[in-house]
């Protein structure tokens, strides 16, 4: 890591109180979820919460809606198995993919994945860059023995779905910069509900490299920032440099090993959250696929998946446009092309860089005592976009949600209103009721 994270203010005022929902909810959260699940068994849990929040809760009114819109093309499970093509298969007529990359909307198809391998086509199609050879082949070499070497002892995160414990599909690990770091991570941060038990301390090569992903991402986001409108950032993007403080490593041991369709979690980046992802050994696809809000005839296409190769040593920047609007996945491969030093292993490092001002000591808490996971609406139109702290409970083993949840005030930066210069909340409502 290039730097500790800054020393947190213990002046600092507590969160704003935050709105509550009526004990029926508290006690039903998970129940409701369970019958909608049932009756939508193509939707997947984040999609089911998203609607429940939305309709206040009401169970009916959830699948009505959701019953009028199409179903498996939203879900992102049971999906047909994808046509694979290369980009240039997506050419209109005798076009050339080149002339093609102009109007990027009209690239992906339902159904199809559209596979990308240069990093001007990333860049044009997707809210990613990647660079490749991102280090020399030496460095690249000794950062992979190092954590090939830590990797035996990576453990599988146990999440719940509905009534179920489930496995993750690949091993890993977190890493931070110092001992005192380390036990911070132990006894206040929450995962799934829980504290990680099995925090590292970043090792040697990991650290060296972090400083270098640390320039190549900042210059990234500058220049990923022209493309935007006034060469502005976005809404809620923080205009602050990004400095990697914590690191997760995954191990994916061979074709079958995956992770699924997520988002990754906002609670401790903020929002417009920019993530640095090194991948060294085995290539495999990192898939994407845009949230389409309301899906019909017209937008159906948006949502096809795109699956970009990430060979060994390639860095990609996944921007701040991602998250909020973006799922992505590690798919499981077929074949696999062994590598040299790895042999069918894959090592990917996600450099993420986690704000002070989230620290669970300053974020909202639910009725649980817990500290709150924060999350975007993805899905409902009307409320797509916006911030809520809700109770964890919903998302870990064997907990009872409380069904917490407010909206979250953000600044224009991204900053909440316990945050030194705050300037206001820009994360105001659509409507007046809940998400
Ligand atoms: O392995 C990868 O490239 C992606 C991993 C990922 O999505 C994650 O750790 O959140
Ligand atoms: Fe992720």
Same mark, same amino acid.
């Given at each position: 890591?290039?730097?500790?994270?800054?020393?947190? !203010?213990?002046?600092?005022?507590?969160?704003?109180?935050?709105?509550?929902?009526?004990?029926?909810?508290?006690?039903?959260?998970?129940?409701?979820?369970?019958?909608?699940?049932?009756?939508?068994?193509?939707?997947?849990?984040?999609?089911?919460?998203?609607?429940?929040?939305?309709?206040?809760?009401?169970?009916?009114?959830?699948?009505?809606?959701?019953?009028?819109?199409?179903?498996?093309? /939203?879900?992102?499970?049971? !999906?047909?198995?994808?046509?694979?093509?290369?980009?240039?298969?997506?050419?209109?007529?005798?076009?050339?993919?080149?002339?093609?990359?102009?109007?990027?909307? %009209?690239?992906?198809?339902?159904?199809?994945?559209?596979?990308?391998?240069?990093?001007?086509?990333?860049?044009?199609?997707?809210?990613?860059?990647?660079?490749? /050879?991102?280090?020399?082949?030496?460095?690249?070499?000794?950062?992979?023995?190092?954590?090939?070497?830590?990797?035996?002892?990576?453990?599988?995160?146990?999440?719940?779905?509905?009534?179920?414990?489930?496995? %993750?599909?690949?091993?890993?690990?977190?890493?931070?910069?110092?001992?005192?770091?380390?036990?911070?991570?132990?006894?206040?941060?929450?995962?799934?509900?829980?504290?990680?038990?099995?925090?590292?301390?970043?090792?040697?090569?990991?650290?060296?490299?972090?400083?270098?992903?640390?320039?190549?991402?900042?210059?990234?986001?500058?220049?990923?920032?022209?493309?935007?409108?006034?060469?502005?950032?976005?809404?809620?993007?923080?205009?602050?440099?990004?400095?990697? /403080?914590?690191?997760?490593?995954?191990?994916?041991?061979?074709? /079958?090993?995956?992770?699924?369709?997520?988002?990754?979690?906002?609670?401790?980046?903020?929002?417009?959250?920019?993530?640095?992802?090194?991948?060294?050994?085995?290539?495999?696809?990192?898939?994407?696929?845009?949230?389409?809000?309301?899906?019909?005839? %017209? %937008?159906?296409?948006?949502?096809?998946?795109?699956?970009?190769?990430?060979?060994?040593?390639?860095?990609?920047?996944?921007?701040?446009?991602?998250?909020?609007?973006?799922?992505?996945?590690?798919?499981?491969?077929?074949?696999?092309?062994?590598?040299?030093?790895?042999?069918?292993?894959?090592?990917?490092?996600?450099?993420?860089?986690?704000?002070?001002?989230?620290?669970?000591?300053?974020?909202?808490?639910?009725?649980?005592?817990?500290?709150?996971?924060?999350?975007?609406?993805?899905?409902?139109?009307?409320?797509?976009?916006?911030?809520?702290?809700?109770?964890?409970?919903?998302?870990?083993?064997?907990?009872?949600?409380?069904?917490?949840?407010?909206?979250?005030?953000?600044?224009?930066?991204?900053?909440?209103?316990?945050?030194?210069?705050?300037?206001?909340?820009?994360?105001?409502?659509?409507?007046?009721?809940?998400?």
């Amino acid at each position: 890591m290039t730097e500790p994270p800054q020393k947190r !203010r213990k002046t600092s005022p507590p969160p704003a109180p935050a709105q509550q929902t009526d004990d029926e909810e508290v006690q039903s959260t998970d129940f409701k979820l369970a019958v909608l699940a049932s009756l939508h068994p193509d939707r997947s849990q984040d999609v089911l919460l998203d609607y429940l929040l939305a309709y206040d809760g009401v169970v009916g009114d959830v699948t009505n809606a959701l019953s009028s819109t199409s179903t498996q093309a /939203n879900t992102g499970q049971k !999906r047909a198995i994808g046509y694979q093509s290369s980009l240039s298969a997506f050419a209109i007529g005798n076009k050339a993919a080149s002339d093609v990359a102009t109007a990027p909307k %009209s690239l992906t198809k339902k159904g199809r994945t559209l596979h990308l391998y240069s990093p001007d086509d990333v860049e044009a199609h997707t809210p990613c860059s990647i660079i490749h /050879n991102f280090l020399s082949p030496e460095d690249a070499d000794v950062l992979l023995q190092e954590l090939l070497a830590e990797a035996g002892t990576f453990r599988r995160d146990e999440f719940q779905m509905f009534d179920r414990t489930v496995q %993750s599909p690949h091993t890993s690990k977190f890493y931070v910069d110092t001992w005192e770091e380390q036990q911070d991570q132990k006894t206040e941060y929450m995962y799934n509900g829980g504290a990680v038990q099995d925090v590292g301390k970043t090792p040697p090569e990991l650290l060296r490299v972090s400083h270098i992903v640390r320039k190549t991402v900042n210059a990234e986001i500058q220049r990923r920032m022209e493309r935007h409108v006034d060469s502005k950032k976005l809404k809620f993007q923080s205009p602050d440099e990004w400095k990697p /403080n914590v690191t997760f490593v995954n191990c994916y041991a061979g074709g /079958n090993e995956s992770v699924g369709w997520h988002s990754d979690h906002l609670t401790y980046l903020g929002p417009r959250a920019v993530i640095g992802s090194l991948s060294l050994g085995v290539a495999r696809e990192f898939r994407v696929r845009k949230i389409v809000p309301q899906v019909d005839d %017209s %937008s159906a296409d948006e949502q096809g998946q795109i699956a970009i190769h990430l060979p060994h040593n390639s860095l990609l920047v996944m921007h701040a446009e991602m998250q909020e609007e973006w799922k992505h996945s590690i798919a499981p491969a077929k074949s696999i092309d062994p590598h040299p030093v790895a042999g069918n292993r894959r090592l990917n490092v996600t450099y993420r860089c986690y704000r002070d001002y989230l620290h669970p000591h300053r974020t909202p808490r639910c009725k649980c005592g817990v500290p709150a996971v924060l999350r975007c609406v993805q899905k409902r139109a009307v409320t797509r976009g916006r911030y809520m702290w809700m109770c964890h409970a919903g998302f870990s083993v064997g907990q009872k949600s409380c069904a917490y949840y407010a909206w979250a005030d953000f600044d224009e930066d991204g900053r909440p209103p316990w945050a030194e210069g705050y300037k206001g909340n820009a994360n105001l409502p659509a409507v007046e009721t809940a998400p």
